[in-house]
């Protein structure tokens, strides 16, 4: 069974950083392609980050500058790193697997979501 | 800028009927177009992709249709375990939101 796992997430002043980890079984990081997914207490999704297979990186105009997705293909893992952080970052943040049509590959972020882990909360706050 | 929006916000039916979902996109995005599952305390499912193709063992109760700027989710008969927040997302052109706002379905 495919299992993508959250961690890192918890309560962190504004300001602060914080780097959340998803490890993946069953799918090989480096060869698949990755976003993680945030959701506001009670409010819709927001797409935020992607990282392709070949490593190129795509960020959310909310986040970029501040988060960086990265990866370590010996842990099988997906990291965010997330800087400078705001009241109104605060979410579930959740990764998941990011499917590219051939036709839309290589270009931009577009892409939809087929697997995908359970989520870690991220809550900044005073 | 593509805009999504999914109405109306909640829709209340009797398990054993037929749900309609809608989700409009402001400019075509072609048949870029996927359907998500959430329910209460748990991650989205993907359902449809492509507009109208099933994802991996999704029931055949749940169907999708439409291009351009128009698309529809189905469900023919709800079950019990269908009453959740449907959402649509659009992926043929790039904006700020992905994301449709979410229909509610509800039990009536």
């Known amino acids: 069974e495919v299992q993508l796992v959250e961690s890192g997430g918890g309560l962190i002043q504004p300001g602060g950083s914080l780097r959340l980890s998803c490890a993946v079984s069953k799918f090989t990081v480096s060869a698949n392609s990755w976003s993680w997914v945030r959701q506001a207490p009670g409010k819709g999704l927001e797409w935020i980050s992607l990282i392709y297979n070949v490593g190129n990186t795509y960020y959310a105009d909310s986040v970029k500058g501040r988060f960086t997705i990265s990866r370590d293909n010996s842990k099988n893992t997906l990291y965010l790193q997330m800087n400078s952080l705001r009241v109104e970052d605060t979410a579930i943040y959740y990764c998941a697997r990011a499917l590219i049509p051939d036709a839309l590959w290589g270009s931009s972020a577009l892409s939809y979501f087929d697997h995908w882990g359970r989520g870690t909360l991220v809550a900044v706050s005073t | 800028e593509v805009l999504l929006t999914q109405s109306p916000g909640t829709l209340s039916f009797s398990p054993g009927e037929r749900a309609t979902l809608s989700c409009r996109a402001s400019q075509s995005v072609r048949s870029y177009l996927a359907w998500y599952q959430q329910k209460p305390g748990q991650a989205p499912r993907l359902l449809i992709y492509g507009a109208s193709y099933r994802a991996t063992g999704i029931p055949d109760r749940f169907s999708g249709s439409g291009s351009g700027t128009d698309f529809t989710l189905t469900i023919s008969r709800l079950e019990p375990e269908d009453f959740a927040v449907y959402y649509c997302?659009?992926?043929?052109?790039?904006?700020?939101?992905?994301f449709g706002q979410g229909t509610k379905v509800e039990i009536k």
């Open positions: 997302q659009q992926y043929g052109s790039s904006s700020p939101d992905t």
